[in-house]
């Protein structure tokens, strides 16, 4: 499948066959995360995967979504701002760096016939406690990933000539 079909093929999942993913295939998605480029190559992430239903259910207080636990693996990502790269005007870029991870993962993870959903509205320090996080690493972003047991939903986008400037705003 080319990029762009593959970019069309992802949407957010919100319910998940109780199947679950093998580990070869989530060692795929977790290399395409571990492949994602960050600024100066300072790579402040990292990742949690968390499988047992007992610390999903945990996790499932910080968002309470039934769909989000019952995802067979929840990924958690997480960054360490000390370690990432800092612009000239003082902008870390330890966030951008775990987008970027999270969207490599979740463009591997449909191109693998799996599905996800990236997750930010989430208690950060109740998953910080959940998961024993020590100080200086901040989860980012939760992602549950398994198999979609709902169809795929179409795309509703703006057209793309109101987000193309030319030279100028």
Not at 20 to 46: D, I, Y
């Amino acid at each position: 499948m080319n990029f762009l079909d593959l970019a069309k093929k992802r949407f957010s999942v919100r319910c998940y066959e109780a199947k679950p993913v093998p580990e070869e295939v989530l060692e795929k998605v977790l290399e395409a995360g571990h492949l994602a480029p960050s600024a100066a190559n300072r790579q402040p992430c990292h990742l949690i995967v968390v499988r047992s239903e007992e610390q999903r259910r945990k996790l499932g207080i910080t968002y309470p979504r039934d769909w989000f636990w019952q995802a067979p693996v929840i990924i958690v990502v997480c960054v360490e701002s000390s370690q990432a790269w800092v612009r000239s005007d003082s902008k870390n870029y330890a966030d951008v760096d775990g987008a970027i991870l999270v969207d490599h993962m979740t463009l591997c993870a449909a191109d693998l016939g799996l599905g996800t959903c990236w997750i930010g509205a989430f208690d950060p320090a109740r998953v910080r406690s959940i998961l024993n996080l020590p100080p200086g690493i901040e989860p980012l972003a939760m992602m549950p990933l398994g198999y979609p047991a709902e169809p795929e939903r179409a795309k509703i986008r703006k057209p793309l000539a109101e987000l193309i400037h030319q030279e100028t705003w």
